[in-house]
């Protein structure tokens, strides 16, 4: 068996970035379930008052839930 030797910054730097990704992706599951639903018509309402969205995206996310 042999042994993985690495420094204590960079083991505290992947511990960081492993619960930052699994924060993000528990944030992301509530986020998607706290979004109020919207009927057609509701949205063809929201639409008509507001315009369509645009399509441009910052940041996108595929989620399964």
């Given at each position: 068996m042999s042994?993985?030797?690495?420094?204590?910054?960079?083991?505290?730097?992947?511990?960081?970035?492993?619960?930052?990704?699994?924060?993000?992706?528990e944030l992301?599951?509530?986020?998607?379930?706290?979004?109020?639903?919207?009927?057609?018509?509701?949205?063809?309402?929201?639409?008509?008052?507001?315009?369509?969205?645009?399509?441009k995206a910052?940041?996108?996310?595929?989620?399964?839930?």
């Amino acid at each position: 068996m042999s042994a993985i030797v690495t420094s204590k910054k960079e083991l505290k730097t992947v511990v960081k970035e492993g619960i930052r990704e699994a924060l993000d992706e528990e944030l992301m599951k509530l986020r998607a379930i706290l979004v109020p639903y919207a009927s057609e018509k509701e949205q063809k309402e929201i639409e008509r008052l507001y315009g369509k969205p645009s399509r441009k995206a910052a940041k996108s996310r595929k989620l399964e839930l």
